[in-house]
């Protein structure tokens, strides 16, 4: 019986190629996730290494305010030069440097924009002169205050030279240095993993990164000869106290490797959700493959019953395919995603900058036993359906012409109904009830359950549906073919389509809420903000852009503006929990660009006093009058007194400060300004003369306020596009399964076809007639798609209405695009079946049996 299977299945290698092409393909991202992590992280790894190599032990002080790297960037907490003395006068210390580096020193190019950085930091640093690491290519190390240094990534990106004077943005205003040197790394390198790096001399990047001077933003230590880095951190930690963190130069690299391993591991899940999707996809074009395979073998399997062959033999030949099929491509799917894996680590170290030595591709025990798990399990799987219909197979199928008789849809349907009704369960729980840790997992549970359910109830539905769809192209005698065609088999149809529209609904759904989502922040923006300019900028690292304070008392000097307010903000934390909070230097003009009419809410706050909104207030059970102490990231706690709880949006986030705190604030800048006009004036009569006032903060920009909320939500835009890329895989399955269909039918049809060419069908009718095949179950596929996915993102939309989406955008021109899309597709999947069938010859066709 196994030789008879594996004989089987290499006499229809090229009938199951492109259903092991699907799992190839979802195992690929699997192992491809894997390993660009595994990778990456060595690379990493590799580079901290570098940089702590001449560092038996580093210290920091304590941040003010401990920020997680999901929630932002921790603001340094300056070491005292008192600090530095003691270290320095620790038993077993051979040598103590104080050094000044933190993120925030954004380089002006020559073309005047700001250059920007996505993931990679921007540091501004003391320059320390060369050594193993650090390599000098031009000039000379900075020596005065208006000189500076950069290493050769900004150098280039920015398009300077030495001698050139550049302009820089650090905690202060823009400011003008003149390049005296040029620097990169050992190794031949340009920068760090992509970091741009300029240096100032000591006291000028103290001043300008950590707001003092003579203060360092740590200490690197090197350890007598004989004496341990681990004995050392211990004295060095006795001495010092408890203020500061003391490590030694492994802990550092580890502890730096395990922040990012956080990042790279959010990166992996993402890759593995669409993964997943790919794979669930991937089973719809299996389980069809097996199910036609094993249609086409009734007369073969049934002559194998009728030999003796028992029904566990049938289903153990049918799933020994499915597991020969499954290794086979988890081979292949490894294999690609090795070097789908490599691809994406050099594309992220391009995109960072290129200033990574990237290590060996690594492929780590993970990536290939998940790919042979995943890659065999989806395939059995998908074969058990298939196989148990082989069972069934009655010996006496071995003398009949008609071996598949259509079978009622009762108890599919039925079935379907249930599982259906058992996932909008699920779905409903996960978005309307407090599930806690588990309302994620609920709405995927609900969301893949309901597919099941839906592509159950497809083969109800899909005979009408076909047919209808089918009627567009019945005004010729290969459309009226086609159509009866797509329809003779419903559950051949259904699950083709069924795989169709999974991709599809994704996308659908994932629309709906993003539009909604949108629509709802013009909304709410058209209602709330009343500022006719407003000053903001594009953040493009991980601080926020920032400009000149100057500005907001000019602009309040230019004719026509009523009131101007500068907004700054941070992380803080209030009663000893982490809170972001916003600055202003005019509460009334805020109050005024928001619409703020609260009775009670004062025009003006005391240093020592906030307002906090209504929800957070209710919240913690404060009032008028309740004390709050607040730490900022940088400088002593303070205590403030609530003078004011104004309505939730009423002015901007949660908690509004004086502008005395900022300048306690990790950013000492505003990153935001909004103006009011007074009547008579006419936004294009004051918004040029705020733009000119911006000519120095390169980062921000002046527009109208229908322009600012257009751009925030161009978000939307993006991540619709970034998903609809990713998705764009598992859509590539669902085509490959129509392929694998048409292809599969036209092998099964080859008498039929024969028949049909013998009675005056011709070669381009023939043709004609698969297409339309084709688009009508393509069109139906996406047909079903834009229905599941508008109702899955309607409910999804009505489920968050309280968290601020209140509209509901169904999009049409969206929806009709990705039906014309799903008829091209049709088109281009009937291409080679369409060819096979045309070229069929006549004689042997007839004679087919």
Known sequence: MLRATLKSLLARKLRLILSGLAVVLGVMFVAGAFVVTDTLSKSFDSLFASAYSTTDVGVTAKPKVAVSEFEGEEVVTPLPASALAQVRGVPGVKSAAGLVDADGARVIGSDGKVLTSVGPPRIGSAWAGTDDLVQLREGRGPTADDEFVVNATVAKAAGIKVGDRVGV???????????????????????????????FTEPVAQKLMLGQTGVYSSVRVQAEPGVTPEALRDRIAATLGDGYVTKTGDQLVADTSADLQAGLGFFTNILLGFAGVALFVGIFLILNTFSIIVAQRTRELALMRALGASR??????????????GLIASVLG?????????????????????????????????????????????????AVLPALRASRIAPVAAMQDVATPDRPLTKVSVAGGVVTAAGATGLGLGLFADMGD????????????????????????????????????????????????SGRNPRRTA????????????????????????????????????????????????????????????????PGVRAVAGLWNDQVTINGENHYVNATDNLAGLKDAFGNTAVGTPSTLRDDQLAVSVPEAQDYGWQVGTKLTIQPARGDPREYTIAAVYPEDSLPGSYVLPVAAAKDFGITQPTM????????????????????????????????????????????????TMIQILLALAI??????????????????????????????????????????????????ALLGVVVGAGMGTAVTRALKSDGITELVLPWERMGTYLVLAALVGVIAAVLPAIRAARLNVLGAIAHD
Request: aromatic share 6%.
């Open 169 to 199: 943005l650090t905690l202060e205003p823009k400011k003008e240095f003149k390049l005296v040197g040029i620097y990169g790394y050992s190794g031949d390198r340009d920068s760090l993993g992509g970091v741009q790096e300029v240096a």
């Open 438 to 485: 588990a309302t994620l997992w609920t709405i995927l549970a609900g969301v893949l359950v309901s597919f099941i359910g839906i592509a159950l109830l497809t083969p109800l539905i899909s005979r009408p549906v076909v047919s209808a769809i089918g009627r567009l192209f019945s005004w010729s005698l290969p459309g009226r073919l086609g159509r009866l065609n």
């Open 334 to 382: 490894l294999a690609a995603g090795v070097g789908v894996g490599a691809l994406l680590a050099y594309l992220f170290n391009s995109f960072a900058g290129g200033g990574m030595q990237l290590g060996t591709v690594g492929v780590p025990l993970t990536a290939i036993i998940s790919s042979f798990v995943v890659g065999v399990l989806v395939t059995v799987v998908a």
């Open 312 to 325: 566990r033999q049938m289903i153990g030949s049918v799933l020994v395919e499915a597991v020969v099929i």
């Open 673 to 720: 300004g909004f103006v009011r006009l007074a009547d008579g004036y006419a936004v294009s009569q004051v918004l040029p003369q705020v733009k000119a006032l911006l000519a120095d903060s390169p980062e921000v920009s002046a527009q109208d306020a229908q322009a600012f909320v257009d751009e925030q939500a161009a978000t939307f835009d993006t991540l619709i």
């Open 732 to 781: 590539l399955i669902a085509v490959l399964g129509v392929i694998n269909t048409l292809a599969l039918s036209v092998l099964e049809r080859t008498r039929e076809l024969g028949l049909l060419r013998a009675v005056g069908l011709g070669r381009a009718q023939t043709m004609r007639m698969v297409t339309v095949e084709a688009v009508v179950i393509s069109v139906f596929g």
């Open 495 to 558: 699950i083709t389509a069924a795989a169709l529209m999974v991709g599809i609904a994704l996308v659908t759904g994932v629309t709906v809420v993003m539009d909604s989502a949108k629509a709802s922040l013009k909304a709410e923006a058209a209602t709330i903000l009343k500022a006719e300019v407003v000053i903001s900028g594009d953040q493009n690292g991980p601080r926020p852009p920032t400009y000149d304070p100057a500005v907001l008392r000019d602009t309040a000097k230019i």
